[in-house]
């Protein structure tokens, strides 16, 4: 018996990672590889853009360097990305779908911290540093803003790779508007034809009192 559910069981996972590698290498293989070449190209980028505001604000201080935590994590989600396409394993989806959650948040936070920073900063005078300065803020920003959206899309792609729960209840709604007209219509019922023209019958006045229920007088 035991051996019985371990072979079952085997079964089923078989059957996951076959779905799964079916799923990546050809469903969404051109989308994983967007998603992941996008992740890697926008941390590179946010990479030295905050190296160069941190140097040009707080000499070189990483501390102050907050887009650095969403570009290393931007360049680990690209990478489990690349893999999953490469290699699909189910523990790959639940490690592209921890990173990426933990990317948005991070990167939400992120871009919210400097939006204000820049925003309620001094105001810049007219030297060209001070402008400088601005325009690699802002671009650090924008690459930010950038990974958090490209994050959300990962976790949107993940989310279609099942069926969703909303899918199942319209069609299940779509059966009882029909009235079960093809179970009514299957021949040989457990109880014959006439419990299922009786089943009919009961519906079709329900169906009908409740039309006279809301029609005026």
């Known amino acids: 018996m035991e051996d019985r559910a371990g072979q079952q069981e085997q079964e089923r996972h078989s059957l996951r990672l076959e779905k799964l590698q079916h799923w990546a290498r050809h469903r969404q293989s051109g989308h994983l590889l967007v998603l992941a070449v996008s992740q890697l190209w926008l941390a590179v980028v946010v990479v030295p853009l905050a190296v160069s505001v941190a140097c040009l604000n707080s000499e070189c ?27 699909p394993r189910l523990w790959k989806v639940r490690a592209m779908m921890i990173f990426n959650t933990f990317n948005l948040i ?6 919210v911290v400097e939006v204000m920073k820049t925003a309620l900063g001094p105001a810049p005078t007219a030297s060209s540093q001070h402008a400088g300065l601005l325009v690699l803020e802002l671009s650090a920003e924008a690459f930010t803003l950038g990974g958090v959206l490209v994050s959300v899309h990962a976790l949107f792609l993940l989310s279609q790779r099942k069926p969703g729960c909303c899918r199942s209840q319209s069609l299940h709604y779509q059966e009882l508007q029909e009235g079960f007209s093809e179970l009514e219509e299957v021949p040989g019922l457990e109880n014959g034809p006439t419990v299922a023209s009786t089943g009919a019958n009961e ?9 006279a229920a809301l029609l005026p007088p």
């Open 61 to 87: 201080h990483m501390a102050t360097a907050l887009p650095l935590g969403p570009g290393a994590s931007g360049l680990l989600t690209g990478t489990v990305t690349l893999e999953l396409r490469r290699a």
């Open 106 to 111: 991070l990167g939400f936070i992120v871009v």
């Open 203 to 211: 519906r079709a006045g329900q169906r009908e009192q409740t039309r």
